[in-house]
């Protein structure tokens, strides 16, 4: 128990020092990019203030692996370089136990870094988003244009040129129908449609049949409208960023671009990354361990250039595999996961071999 107090002494205000200095850091550079724009668009210091103040969370997630990076690196190095750590190992304590609470803090801060990104951070990311973007005249719209949507399992495929949201409505509009054995039943064409509670009610509507040995034309289009219920939400342009959604928004923007037809292999892997990710900070601490006192020579310095050396290599590698899942050579889940697993690894065996 006294060591363990003995380690937090010297790592605890390391780890908040360094985690508040690349917090404010972050906030920093975001100001900096784009402060030429805020100075152009006479945005509020207060607004400006504001803005920072909602990106402070973002900024705090993303400085909490260097900010672990560099408390465990510099604690143990410090350690190393004071003779202290041999004076415990010599007492018949091994690295691995010595440095088990650090492994024990590193794993309950990455759940708790789960939490506080899926509750805080993002609500907190997506208002600074929208607040930047109306303070810089930025806003986005929901109208659509070139719209093309799979519905009712694929028995129902709409294409639209433009999608009004403001009005619900659907301009030179195409839908292809087909029957419960998927062959082609019929397809319309309207000039416009609009939303009407429960279908979309069709403007200078024309049915195009095939009887097996003609093509029938009819201007009778009502009596198809009950088939055509595909809720207007899904025409809307929907395209987000899986980064700034929580989990649950994300799984129904995944369900949402399987259920119409779209790509989702990159959606499910930053999906998948979200639940990955908060791991790096267990990662780190196990990578600085087996990493530091490799020298017996400048051990600071080598312990950092390491550890960060390693960091980067791992967000190589994992920069890689989401790529390789969103093209479709591994899996969503693979592409978030692989790395950690690799890193994992990688660092049990450091440990395994590590200086005592």
Not at 16 to 26: E, N, P, R, V
């Amino acid at each position: 128990m006294t060591l363990i107090r003995y380690l937090f002494k010297k790592f605890i205000p390391t780890f908040l020092g360094a985690i508040f200095f690349f917090s404010i850091m972050l906030v920093l550079i975001d100001l900096l990019i784009n402060l030429w724009t805020y100075i152009q668009c006479e945005t509020p210091v207060s607004v400006i203030l504001k803005i920072m103040l909602l990106y402070f969370p973002k900024s705090l997630w993303y400085g909490a692996p260097l900010a672990v990076l560099f408390a465990v690196s510099f604690t143990l190095s410090a350690l190393y370089a004071d003779n202290e750590l041999t004076v415990i190992f010599a007492s018949g304590v091994s690295l691995l136990r010595f440095t088990m609470p650090l492994l024990i803090f590193g794993a309950v801060l990455s759940v708790s870094f789960f939490w506080f990104e899926n509750k805080l951070v993002v609500p907190a990311y997506r208002e600074k988003v929208a607040l930047q973007q109306s303070a810089l005249g930025e806003e986005r719209s929901s109208n659509n244009d070139r719209v093309v949507v799979l519905s009712d399992k694929g028995r129902a495929v709409y294409k639209a040129d433009y999608y009004d949201d403001q009005n619900q409505r659907l301009y030179n509009l195409y839908v292809v129908l087909r029957d419960e054995n998927m062959l082609l039943d019929m397809i319309v064409h309207a000039d416009s449609a609009y939303w009407d509670e429960d279908r979309w009610i069709l403007s200078n509507g024309i049915v195009y049949r095939w009887n097996g040995e003609q093509l029938q034309v009819s201007t009778g289009a009502y009596s198809v409208t009950e088939r055509l219920t595909e809720i207007p939400d899904t025409f809307r342009n929907f395209e987000i960023s899986v980064d700034e959604v929580n989990t649950e928004e994300a799984r129904e923007y995944i369900r949402l671009l399987q259920r119409t037809g779209l790509p989702a292999a990159e959606a499910r892997s930053v999906y998948y990354k979200k639940f990955a990710f908060p791991s790096i900070i267990f990662i780190v601490v196990f990578l600085s361990i087996g990493l530091s006192g490799k020298s017996r020579r400048n051990v600071l310095l080598v312990s950092l250039i390491s550890c960060v050396s390693a960091a980067v290599l791992f967000y190589v590698t994992q920069m890689v595999t989401m790529y390789l899942a969103k093209f479709g050579y591994i899996t969503p889940f693979a592409g978030a996961w692989t790395p950690v697993i690799i890193f994992v690894l990688i660092s049990i065996g450091l440990v395994r071999f590590a200086r005592t």
